[in-house]
C-alpha cells in the first residue's frame, strides 16, 4: 500500500505537514514509496525528493489539480501522477500552466501534456459526485477521459469511508471501460494527534475561528498517514484489495529523477561572431587602459593579473557569465542608473574591476581572486549587484527584453509562521479579540529562537496563556505544530534566475503580481538544478547618493562634481566617524557602530573597512583588543614574525578571511587556490578537511625553514580566527559606498540631509533623528509651507531645508496633489479665503485642513494657528452658501476674529503630532540653560559604558510594571534635541519619584548607560531623577530677583525674513538670552503686534542685541531704555 494522495504544508494553509515529517512519517511506518501531491504547485518538489533520497524511500511525484470537470463547468480534484522522465516534465509544464493562465482550464486544454503521467479520479471528485446523483452517466464520464488518455494510465479512485454502492458502482465502470481502481484516501497530516492542527491551518486560510474549540478536538482523524498494515485491514473487509495492489503498482513503475547538474550559463550573442573569451579579453583589455589612465602604478602587474584571471574564467568556463553581467552593468551605466562599488567576493576580482562591474581596485586593497573564483574548488562565481531601489525596476524590464520573458524569472520565497506570528494566528483562530492577541504576543522574548525557547524562559508568557479566556496550553502546543510552516509566497529580494531555454523545461514556474515569471522553487533548488541566479539587491543608500550628488551637482562650482575622485582618507570625513556622527551613513548608523567608532577613532580607511568587518556577531569579541592595539595599549604579538607585514593593517589581528590565505601561501608555501581550501574549511568548522590540511600545512611550513612546533601554533592560532574573519572584499567595497556618503555629509550637509530625509519621509523614527542632527549641524529645516513645499524635502535658494506635505501626518495624496497641482497652475495662495476658495469642493472640511495649520503649512497667512483654526468651519461654510461663486464668497467670508495663539507647549504638541518632530522649538529648550553642556550629555553622543551621566529628556511614554517580588519600577521613553532615550527607573528609586513620571515632563536624569539585551539600542539605568520646573523656576527666580526690567524690545519682522523661515530660529535664541525685558513682535507684512509671554522676555545686553540681529538684521532690532 502506498498512499497517493498527500498534501503538505506547501499546500498553503491547508496541511501542517513539511515534505520533511511526511517522509520521516512514511518511514518510520515501514512504508517503501510515499506519494505528495500538493494541490497545483510544486513548491516543496525539491525538499520531497531530497528528503525521500535520504531515507532511502523511493519519492512519487504528483499534483493534485482543479480542473473545469469532463461532463459540467465546475471544477473539480484531478491526481497526476509522474510515470517517467517525460511525464515529470509535462508535469512540470501543467502546475506552470495552471498558475500562469488567469482563466479556468480543462483538461481538453491540458491534452498535450498527459503522457508520461497516471490519472486518478480521486474518490472525492467528479465520479463520486456523478454516482451519488445521476449513476448512469458514470461510465460516459470515464470514457471521455480515456478519450483523451491512454486507459492504462487512468485509475479510479475508491476509498474505505465511501458507501457500498458508489464502491461497488467505481469497481463495475472500471471493469466496463477496461481501466483501474486504486486505493485513494486523502492524507493532509502526518498523525492522528495532528488532527486539530490541521483544522487550525485550515481556519486560518479560510480566515475563520473555531467555534467550539472542545467538539473539534474531539472530531474523528481520518486524514493522517496510517500504518501500512491499518489500510490493508480496511480494504481487505470491503473487498477491495485490488485498489491496495494497484497503488503498488503505480509506485513500481513510476520512475524519474530530478534533473540536478553544474550551472548551465546562458550564451552571450557576441559581435562577428567571436568566442565569448576572446570577446571578454577585449572588454577587460580595453577597460583596464581606461581605468589606469590616470593612475601611477605598476602597469606590468595589472596586465600579467588581468591575463592569469581570464585564463581562468575561459578555463573554467565562466566567459559567457561575466559578459552577462558586464552587459547589465554597461546598460545600467549608459542609462544613468548608478550602481555599487561591488559586493561579496567578486570586488576581488581585476576583470570586474576593468569592466565596470566592480570599482574597487582589487591590487592597490590586496584582494584576492581566488577567494571570488578559486580554479581548486570549481564553483561557480557570484557576482551581486546592487542597484538603487528606485531603479531595480528598469534593470528587470532591460533583462526580460533581452533574454525573452520565457527564459526570466524572479525567485520565489517563503514567510513562514515564525513564533510571534505564529501565536498571533493561532490566536486569532481561537476567537480571542485583536488586544488578548497583542498582550500575548508581547510577552513573547525578543531574543530566543523559537516558541518552545520563549516558553521556557519566560514567565509572562506562562502566565498570559494561563490567564487566557481559552485553553492556553492548547493554543501553545497548536501554535508548536505550525511553527515554521509557510504561510504565504513572496518574492526574494534580489533574485532572478537565467536560462539558456525556456525555464518551464527545468523547474515549475508561476505568474507574480506583475505579470512577469516566478520561480514555483526557492533560491536553493534553483541553483541545485543547475540554473544561472543572479542578484540584483535593491538598495535605497545609492538612490540617496545619487540624490546627493545631484544636489551638490547643481552648485556651479561643483557642476563637475564625481563622487569617485573624493580621497578616502579625507580628514573631514574620518572626523565624522571619530565621533560617531554616522546617522544615515550605509553600514554605519547603529548605536553599537557608533560606539565601537568612538572608541575605535578611525584615522584612515583602513580603520573603517575593518569596522566594518569587526562589528558581526563572532569578530565582536575582538573589538576590544583590536581598540586597545591600536592606541598601543595592548602588544601586537604574532606567533611568527613572518606573519607581521600581513597582519599589520590589522595590529596583529586576524580580520579577513583573506589574510588566512595570504598567512598559508607565505608561510607554509600553499597556493593560494589551496589556501582558499583550507579558509573555507576553517570557516565551516570542517574538521574532516582541517586535519588533512594542518599536516600539509605543518610540512609545507617546515619545508620553508620554520620549525615545526612553532608552525602548529601558527596554524591553531589562523584557526581560532579564521571562524570569525570577514570577507575583505566584501568589507572593502561597501565601506567605500559608506565613504562617500559619509564624505557628502561631511562637506555638503544640506544635500545630504535631503537625501536621507527624502528616503526615510514615511520613518518618524529616522525622520526625528535626522532633523534633530541636522539643525545641530546648522542646517537649517524649515516647517512645511503651503506656498513652498513640495511633496518631499526640497531646497530654497539660500540652501535651507524645507519639508514637503509628504511630511504631515493625516494629509491624503491626492489632497497633497490638488493642493500642489492647482498652486503651479495658478500661483501662490494669497491667504486662508484664497485657499478656500480655490480647492475643490470635496477637500473642503476641517479634517483636511487641520493637519496643514498644526503642522504650520499655514503660517506664512501671518495669523496665527489657533485663530486659523478657529475659523476654518465658517470660511466652509461660507463656500458652500455661495455656491461656487467667488463674488458672494468674498462677500460671505466672516472676518477672521484674531485669538491668542496656543501655549508654547500646545502649539508644540500639535506641531509633533502631525510632523513626528519639533520644529518651532523644543519642550527642553528652556530647561538647557538649567542645565549647561558641559554638565549633561546630549542623547545622541551617549554611548553603552558611559558612567554617572546626566541628561534633560521630556517624557513622552511611561510604562510602569511589578518585578518578581512585586515592587513596582517604570521604564520611560525620553527625548532630547538629539534623539530618543530609554530609562530604567528601578523599584528602590520609583518609590521616590513615581510622581515625577508623567507624559510631557521635563526630567534632568543622571545614571548610567547600557547595551539593551538582545538589541542594538542603548539605555539609561537611572540613579538619581530631578524635576526639570523646580530648577527652572528657581533659576527664574533667582534671575528676576538680580534683575529688574530695564527697558522693552521691539523686534521688527520683514515680509522676506517671514517666507525666509527665520521665526523658526528665534525660540532657541531667545532661550540663551533670557531676562527680565518685554519683547514686542512687528510684522512688516501686516502690521500685527504680538507682546511675547514672559517665558520670552530677554536680557539687556550686547549678546542679545547680536544673537538677535544676526538673524533679523541690524535695523530691526530696537532696544527702549525705560526712562
Not at 297 to 310: P, S
Not at 756 to 761: E, Q
Not at 958 to 966: C, E
Not at 985 to 990: E, M
Amino acid at each position: 500500500m502506498v498512499p497517493l494522495q498527500t498534501m503538505t504544508a506547501f499546500s498553503l494553509l491547508r496541511s501542517p505537514m513539511t515534505p520533511q515529517q511526511l517522509v520521516n512519517t512514511a518511514k518510520e511506518k515501514g512504508y517503501q514509496a510515499v506519494a505528495m501531491t500538493d494541490e497545483n504547485v510544486l513548491y516543496g518538489m525539491y525538499d520531497f525528493y531530497q528528503a525521500a533520497q535520504n531515507a532511502n524511500i523511493k519519492p512519487i511525484l504528483g499534483l493534485t489539480i482543479k480542473i473545469v470537470g469532463l461532463q459540467n463547468s465546475q471544477e473539480y480534484p484531478l491526481v497526476l501522477i509522474v510515470a517517467n522522465q517525460a511525464g515529470y516534465h509535462n508535469l512540470l509544464t501543467i502546475s506552470s500552466t495552471l498558475n500562469t493562465q488567469a482563466k479556468k482550464i480543462t483538461l481538453d486544454y491540458l491534452a498535450d501534456y498527459l503522457a508520461g503521467l497516471y490519472i486518478i479520479l480521486p474518490s472525492m471528485g467528479e465520479l463520486s459526485v456523478v454516482l451519488g446523483t445521476e449513476p448512469d452517466r458514470g461510465i460516459s464520464l470515464v470514457e471521455t477521459l480515456t478519450n483523451i488518455v491512454d486507459e492504462n494510465n487512468v485509475f479510479l479512485g475508491v476509498s474505505t469511508t465511501m458507501s457500498t454502492q458508489i464502491q461497488q458502482a467505481i469497481t463495475n465502470i472500471a471493469t466496463q471501460t477496461k481501466t483501474r481502481i486504486v486505493a485513494n484516501d486523502s492524507v493532509s497530516y502526518a498523525n492522528a494527534s495532528d488532527q486539530f492542527a490541521a483544522q487550525v491551518i485550515q481556519k486560518l486560510g479560510q480566515g475563520e475561528i473555531v467555534t467550539n474549540i472542545g467538539l473539534a478536538q474531539k472530531n474523528p482523524a481520518t486524514a493522517y498517514l496510517r500504518e501500512e498494515e491499518d489500510w490493508i485491514s480496511a480494504y481487505d473487509s470491503v473487498g477491495l484489495m485490488q485498489a491496495v495492489k494497484n497503488t503498488d503498482w503505480i509506485a513500481a513503475h513510476s520512475q524519474f529523477e530530478l534533473e540536478q547538474s553544474a550551472v548551465t550559463v546562458p550564451r552571450f550573442e557576441t559581435p562577428q561572431q567571436q568566442t565569448s573569451g576572446n570577446y571578454l579579453a577585449v572588454l577587460a583589455k580595453e577597460g583596464l587602459k581606461n581605468r589606469l589612465h590616470d593612475m601611477h602604478v605598476d602597469t606590468t602587474t595589472y596586465e600579467q593579473r588581468l591575463n592569469e584571471e581570464l585564463q581562468i574564467i575561459n578555463e573554467l568556463g565562466f566567459a559567457d557569465y561575466f559578459l552577462i553581467v558586464w552587459d547589465v552593468l554597461n546598460y545600467a551605466h549608459k542609462h544613468s542608473v548608478r550602481t555599487g562599488p561591488g559586493r561579496g567576493s567578486a570586488a576581488g576580482s581585476l576583470v570586474a574591476y576593468a569592466l565596470w562591474i566592480t570599482d574597487v581596485d582589487p591590487i592597490a586593497y590586496d584582494l584576492l581572486f581566488e577567494r571570488f573564483l578559486n580554479p581548486e574548488r570549481r564553483q561557480m562565481p557570484d557576482i551581486d549587484i546592487d542597484i538603487p531601489d528606485n531603479r531595480r525596476e528598469e534593470i528587470l524590464t532591460y533583462l526580460h527584453q533581452r533574454y525573452g520573458h520565457e527564459r526570466i524569472a524572479q525567485i520565489i520565497t517563503f514567510s513562514t509562521m515564525a513564533q510571534r506570528a505564529v501565536i498571533r494566528d493561532v490566536a486569532r483562530v481561537f476567537g480571542l479579540n485583536p488586544s488578548k492577541i497583542d498582550s500575548l504576543a508581547k510577552t513573547l522574548p525578543r531574543d530566543t529562537p523559537n516558541l518552545k525557547a520563549a516558553y521556557e524562559t519566560s514567565l509572562p508568557f506562562r502566565n498570559a496563556l494561563m490567564d487566557l479566556p481559552v485553553d492556553g496550553q492548547l493554543l501553545y502546543q497548536t501554535a508548536l505544530k505550525l511553527e515554521g510552516l509557510p504561510r504565504n509566497a513572496s518574492l526574494h529580494a534580489a533574485g532572478v534566475v537565467l536560462s539558456a531555454e525556456p525555464l518551464v523545461k527545468h523547474m515549475p514556474v508561476q505568474l507574480g503580481e506583475d505579470g512577469r515569471l516566478v520561480t514555483q522553487l526557492p533560491k536553493g533548488p534553483v541553483e541545485a538544478l543547475g540554473l544561472l541566479k543572479m542578484d540584483f539587491l535593491a538598495l535605497s543608500n545609492l538612490n540617496i547618493l545619487d540624490i546627493a550628488i545631484r544636489e551638490i551637482q547643481k552648485i556651479p562650482e561643483y557642476e563637475n562634481f564625481k563622487i569617485t575622485t573624493v580621497s578616502l582618507d579625507d580628514e573631514q570625513t574620518l572626523k565624522l566617524f571619530q565621533n560617531g556622527l554616522t546617522n544615515g551613513v550605509f553600514q554605519f548608523e547603529s548605536g553599537g557602530m557608533k560606539n565601537i567608532l568612538r572608541q575605535m577613532r578611525p584615522d584612515s580607511f583602513e580603520d573603517i573597512v575593518a569596522a566594518n568587518a569587526l562589528f558581526r556577531p563572532g569578530p565582536m569579541q575582538n573589538i576590544s583588543h583590536f581598540v586597545a592595539r591600536k592606541h598601543h595599549k595592548e602588544a601586537q604579538d604574532v606567533p611568527d614574525q613572518s606573519m607581521a607585514d600581513i597582519l599589520a593593517p590589522t595590529y596583529g589581528i586576524i580580520v579577513y578571511q583573506e589574510q588566512v590565505m595570504r598567512v598559508a601561501e607565505k608561510f607554509a608555501g600553499f597556493s593560494l587556490g589551496e589556501a582558499d581550501l583550507l579558509r573555507r574549511a576553517m570557516s565551516k568548522k570542517d574538521h574532516k578537511k582541517i586535519a588533512a590540511m594542518k599536516s600539509k600545512f605543518v610540512d609545507g611550513a617546515v619545508a620553508l625553514s620554520h620549525d615545526e612546533k612553532v608552525a602548529q601554533q601558527v596554524f591553531s592560532y589562523i584557526e581560532t580566527f579564521a571562524e570569525y574573519g570577514f570577507n575583505r572584499s566584501h568589507a572593502v567595497a561597501y565601506s567605500k559606498l559608506a565613504f562617500q556618503l559619509a564624505y557628502i555629509k561631511a562637506h555638503f550637509p544640506s544635500a545630504f540631509y535631503k537625501a536621507v530625509l527624502n528616503d526615510a519621509i514615511a520613518d518618524r523614527k529616522k525622520i526625528g533623528r535626522y532633523i534633530s542632527e541636522a539643525k545641530l549641524r546648522q542646517v537649517v529645516i524649515l516647517r512645511p509651507n503651503i506656498n513652498t513645499s513640495w511633496q518631499g524635502y526640497s531646497t530654497n535658494k539660500q540652501g535651507q531645508l524645507q519639508m514637503g506635505l509628504a511630511s504631515i501626518s493625516g494629509l491624503r495624496r491626492d489632497f497633497r496633489e490638488a493642493v500642489l497641482g492647482e498652486r503651479q497652475e495658478n500661483g501662490r495662495f494669497k491667504d486662508m479665503a484664497n485657499l478656500i476658495g480655490r480647492l475643490p469642493s470635496k477637500y473642503r472640511n476641517v479634517s483636511h485642513l487641520e493637519p496643514l495649520v498644526y503642522a504650520g503649512a499655514l503660517d506664512d497667512f501671518g495669523v496665527n494657528r489657533k485663530t486659523i483654526l478657529a475659523s476654518l468651519q465658517g470660511y466652509i461654510d461660507a463656500i458652500g452658501l455661495a455656491g461656487e461663486s467667488m463674488s458672494l464668497f468674498a462677500t460671505l467670508t466672516p472676518k477672521m476674529r484674531e485669538v491668542a495663539e496656543f501655549p508654547l507647549t500646545e502649539k508644540l504638541a500639535y506641531e509633533h503630532d502631525v510632523l513626528g518632530v519639533y520644529l518651532s522649538g523644543h519642550p527642553i529648550e528652556p530647561y538647557l540653560a538649567v542645565v549647561p553642556a558641559p554638565q549633561r550629555t546630549d542623547v545622541a553622543n551617549l554611548t553603552a559604558g558611559m558612567n554617572h551621566v546626566q541628561a534633560v529628556v521630556y517624557i513622552q511614554n511611561v510604562k510602569k510594571i511589578r518585578t518578581k517580588k512585586g515592587d513596582a519600577m517604570a521604564f520611560v521613553d525620553g527625548i532630547d534635541l538629539t534623539g530618543n532615550l530609554s530609562i530604567t527607573i528601578f523599584p528602590g528609586l520609583f518609590k521616590k519619584i513615581s510622581h515625577l513620571l508623567v507624559n510631557e515632563q521635563v526630567l534632568v536624569v543622571t545614571g548610567k548607560i547600557e547595551q539593551q539585551r538582545g538589541r542594538d539600542d542603548i539605555q539609561m539605568v537611572a540613579n538619581q531623577v530631578i524635576n526639570g520646573d523646580d530648577l527652572l523656576n528657581a533659576k527664574k527666580q533667582l534671575k528676576l530677583q538680580k534683575t529688574q526690567a530695564t527697558g522693552q524690545w521691539y523686534l521688527r519682522i520683514m515680509t522676506s525674513a517671514q517666507e525666509a523661515g527665520v521665526l523658526e530660529t528665534l525660540p532657541a535664541i531667545f532661550q540663551q538670552h533670557l531676562g527680565a525685558n518685554p519683547v514686542l513682535m512687528v510684522f512688516e507684512r501686516d502690521g500685527r503686534k504680538i507682546a511675547l509671554n514672559e517665558t520670552y522676555w530677554l536680557a539687556d545686553d550686547q549678546a542679545t542685541v547680536q544673537a538677535i540681529q544676526s538673524v533679523l538684521g541690524e535695523n530691526n532690532v530696537i532696544f527702549k531704555h525705560n526712562s
